[in-house]
């Protein structure tokens, strides 16, 4: 049936030009720009009284592995406690101390003194001359204990049950426990090895958060170049789908942060400790694979609306989605062993999560079939 005058109309105002297709390109990258560099001036603006939201997003970030370092340290210092048991029975602790760390969120750090070392500072009071004899950072210890109100409870329980002892030697040490509150235990901070290493942390950390704060004006303008290949008809779904698409986007990078880190760090530590190696964290490399992980399950978690556009534009049907099921549940399976750090179970988390997104989109296509423009099916009579 040959192409009517109204054929024509319609046809032209539901197509572009290549050219036309460029402009609205370059028109759609310059906004998306705009709205990250917008993001970004935002992130590094002083707030007032107030650091800017980049300063307090490096803070924030460093939540969940500080949260696993001071978990780490503290079942560290219980195996200590338990590996010391007997020596700590002979010297007169309770027999329940290796489970102390935990209950008062403290690490147990044991040293050994000379029992006249202890009588000094005991026999002193709190002006006394921390020993000598006792290493530097040791010495710092006393030094601050002694200062404390706390100082005179604290000397007189630890060395009633260490120098009084009647089965040690006057010339052999004892042993002593010193207790320190775990967010204070310079082992729980992360550490940056070059002075202008915080500066490039800072400058790291705005672009993404400028990436975040600009991802509603991205998608808007990722929505309105695919927008401009659509049918009058079906312009309308990029203003139904931009919610959904950021709405995703920020779920995939919550999950990844509330969620997946918490698991991947605790299952990697387990290794540090069954091969015991002192993990020594820095600020740097953390802050890289913190801020990559999140963006990259906020990108993957788009697939439903990537199989709706794939579907609108005829690549793909509902049916192709249902008959190859099994062959798209391992390619998600490939993508979430890519994209993901190298622990099983934030490759877990994607997967499930990618599994229920696929059937997702699937129901997003059912719940939007594709209408057959007029021009179609005038061409098809």
């Known amino acids: 049936m040959p192409r009517t005058k109204r054929d024509e109309d319609l046809f032209d105002q539901s197509s572009m030009s290549f050219l036309e297709h460029l402009d609205e390109l370059r028109v759609c990258l310059i906004g998306a720009i705009m709205s990250i560099t917008v993001g970004l001036i935002i992130s590094v603006i002083p707030l007032g009284p107030y650091p800017s939201l980049a300063t307090m997003a490096v803070e924030y970030i460093q939540h969940p592995l500080k949260k696993s370092l001071e978990n780490y340290h503290i079942l560290q210092s219980q195996h200590q406690l338990q590996r010391k048991r007997a020596e700590l029975r002979d010297a007169g602790y309770d027999a329940n ?8 969120h403290m690490t147990a750090h044991p040293y050994y003194v000379f029992p006249h070392d202890l009588e000094t500072i005991r026999n002193a009071g709190v002006d006394a001359t921390v020993p000598k004899s006792l290493p530097q950072d040791e010495r710092k210890r006393l030094e601050a204990l002694k200062l404390a109100d706390n100082f005179g409870d ?4 630890a060395i009633t049950q260490t120098s009084l002892s009647a089965a040690t030697s006057p010339s052999e040490p004892v042993m002593i426990i010193l207790w320190e509150k775990i967010a204070e235990d310079p082992r729980s901070r992360t550490r940056a090895l070059s002075v202008q290493e915080s500066f490039i942390i800072f400058l790291k950390t705005a672009f993404f958060l400028g990436i975040i704060l600009g991802s509603p004006g991205v998608f808007y303008y990722f929505w309105r170049f695919v927008g401009a290949g659509l049918y009058p008809h079906e312009k309308r779904y990029v203003y139904r789908f931009l919610p959904l698409s950021i709405t995703l986007f920020l779920g995939g990078f919550a999950i990844a942060f509330f969620i997946v880190f918490e698991f991947m760090l605790a299952f990697l530590f387990r290794f540090n400790a069954g091969m015991n190696i002192e993990p020594d964290t820095r600020i740097s490399e953390w802050l890289n694979f ?3 992980v999140p963006v990259a399950f906020g990108i993957a978690f788009q697939l439903p609306l990537a199989m709706f556009v ?3 534009l005829q690549i793909f049907t509902i049916k192709v989605y249902m008959e190859k099921w099994r062959i798209s549940i391992f390619s998600v399976a490939c993508l979430a062993m890519l994209i993901t750090p190298p622990d099983p179970w934030s490759m877990m988390i994607m997967l499930s999560c990618l599994i229920i997104l696929y059937f997702g989109g699937v129901g997003l296509c059912k719940l939007f ?3 057959k423009s007029e021009f179609e099916e005038e061409w098809q009579d």
Not at 154 to 157: I, R, V
């Open 310 to 312: 794939l579907e609108r």
């Open 369 to 371: 079939p594709r209408k």
């Open 97 to 104: 101390l290796a489970s102390m760390p935990a209950r008062l």
């Open 290 to 292: 913190a801020l990559l």
């Open 154 to 157: 604290y000397k007189n329980e």
